[in-house]
Nanobody, 122 residues
Framework: QVQLVESGGRLVQTGESLRLSCAAS????????MGWFRQGPGKEREFVAR????????YYANSVKRRFTISRDSAQNTMYLQMNSLQPEDTAVYYC???????????????WGQGTQVTVSS
C-alpha cells in the first residue's frame, strides 16, 4: 500500500542545480532503504544513490558522487536528491524506490514512483 511520488524534474541548463523530491505515503512507512534510479533515452535504468531510512547513511554511483546529495526527512516521509552542476548526460527520467535491501539493483526494491523528467540542455 506504499505509494511514492516524485516531483521537481524540469528543463535546466548545463551547470544549474535542481532538487528532486519523493513523497511517500502508506499505513506505515519505514523501509530499510530508499534509492534514486534514472533512465536516460535509449539506456538501461541505472542506480544513482541510496540512503538508509533510519540512519541516513548514503551511497552514490561514481558518476554522481561529487555532484549529487541524497537526503531524507523521515518526519515528512520525503526523500530528496540535490543535483548540482548538472550535465547533459544527467538527462533522464528519475525514479525513487523503497525496499528492505541495501542494494543498487532495481530488482531489490519493492516500491517505485512514476518518475520525473529531468532534461539538461547542452
Amino acid at each position: 500500500q506504499v505509494q511514492l511520488v516524485e516531483s521537481g524534474g524540469r528543463l535546466v541548463q548545463t551547470g544549474e542545480s535542481l532538487r528532486l523530491s519523493c513523497a511517500a505515503s502508506g499505513r506505515t512507512f519505514s523501509p530499510y532503504a530508499m534509492g534514486w534510479f534514472r533512465q536516460g533515452p535509449g539506456k538501461e535504468r541505472e542506480f544513482v544513490a541510496r540512503i538508509t531510512w533510519r540512519g541516513g547513511s548514503a551511497y552514490y554511483a561514481n558518476s554522481v558522487k561529487r555532484r549529487f546529495t541524497i537526503s531524507r526527512d523521515s518526519a515528512q516521509n520525503t526523500m530528496y536528491l540535490q543535483m548540482n552542476s548538472l550535465q547533459p548526460e544527467d538527462t533522464a527520467v528519475y525514479y525513487c524506490a523503497a525496499g528492505d535491501e541495501w542494494s543498487g539493483r532495481s530488482s531489490d526494491y519493492d516500491y517505485w514512483g512514476q518518475g520525473t523528467q529531468v532534461t539538461v540542455s547542452s
